[in-house]
C-alpha cells in the first residue's frame, strides 16, 4: 500500500510539473517555428533551405514530446490513426541518423507487410525518441543501434499472461542498443515516472513513463529486455488495426466502391 501510494504522489507531482514545463516549451517552439517558417518561404530551395527544414523538424518533435508531456499530465485522450509504422520508422531515421553522429550505426530492419497499428502519430513519434535518445546515451563512446517492426500473433495464453496483453495481432516495435545495460533494479524500476539513474546529467526519468503510458493507452505493453555491458532491448507491442487486417487477408473488390 505504501508503495502504491508512494507511486501516486509521484504521479500527481509529475503532472504538475511536466505540465507546466511543457507549456513553457511548447509556447516557446511556437515562436521557432513560426520565424523558421517565415525564413524558409524566403530562402530558396538547395543546401541552406534544407538547413531550416532541418531546424523546423526538430523543433517540431520538441512540439510532439511537449504534446506527450502534457498528455502523459492529464491523460488527454488520444487521436488514434490507421498508422503505417515503417513510414513513420523510415521518415524519422534520416534526422535520427544526422544527430546521432557517426559513432553510432543506426539499422532498420522493418518487416515486410507490416500490419497497420491503430495509435496516436505524435504520441508514437515521441515514444520513439524518448527510446532512441535513451539508447545513445547508453552508448557515450558509440555503437550500433537497431529498430526492428515485426508482426505478432500473440495467441499463446500463456504468453499474452506474461505480456499482460489480451491474445491477438499486434506490431512489435524494438529498439536495441549495445550500450551499458541496466542493472537488476533499474531493470524493474525503468518505467516509474521519476525514476532515473542520470541525476548527474539531470536526467527527468519520463521517458520511459511515458513510453510505457503510450503503449498501455493504445492497448498494448512495453517490455525492457537489458544486460549490463551487453545491451538494451526495449520493445513496444501495439494491437494491429482489426479491420484493416481483414482488408489485407482478403481484400474488397474495388466494383461499386467508387474511384479515388
Ligand atoms: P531518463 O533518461 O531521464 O533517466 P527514462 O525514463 O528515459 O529517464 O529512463 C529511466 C532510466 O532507465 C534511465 O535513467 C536509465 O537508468 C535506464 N535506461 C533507460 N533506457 C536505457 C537504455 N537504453 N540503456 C540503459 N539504461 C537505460
Ligand atoms: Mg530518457
Known sequence: VERALERAR????????SG??????????????GNLELLERRIPPGAE?????????????????????????RHRNLAPRRLDINAIVERGSA????????DIDVT???????????????????????????AQEAMPEGGRLMIRTENTEI??????????????SYVRISVCDTGIGMDEETQLRAFEPLFT??????GMGLGLASVYGFALHSGGHATIYSEPGVGTTVSLYLPADEAAEQNRIAPQPAAGMGAG
Do not use: C, Y
Not at 509521484?10 to 504538475?16: D, F, I, L, W
Not at 530492419?109 to 527510446?131: F, H, M, T, Y
Not at 495467441?155 to 491477438?168: H, N, R, S, Y
Open 10 to 17: 509521484r504521479m500527481e507531482s509529475v503532472g504538475r510539473l
Open 20 to 33: 507546466t514545463l511543457a507549456h513553457d516549451f511548447k509556447n516557446m517552439l511556437t515562436v521557432i517555428i
Open 49 to 73: 533551405n534544407e538547413l531550416i527544414q532541418d531546424a523546423l523538424d526538430a523543433a517540431q518533435t520538441g512540439v510532439d514530446l511537449t504534446d506527450s508531456l502534457m498528455g502523459f499530465s
Open 95 to 102: 534526422l535520427m541518423r544526422r544527430s546521432l553522429g557517426p
Open 108 to 134: 532498420l530492419q522493418l518487416a515486410g507487410e507490416l500490419w497497420p497499428v491503430k495509435a496516436d502519430a505524435s504520441q508514437l513519434r515521441s515514444a520513439l525518441i524518448n527510446l532512441v535518445l535513451n
Open 155 to 168: 495467441d499463446d495464453a500463456f504468453l499474452a499472461q506474461e505480456l499482460d496483453i489480451q491474445p491477438g
Open 197 to 202: 539513474t542520470k541525476q548527474k546529467t539531470g
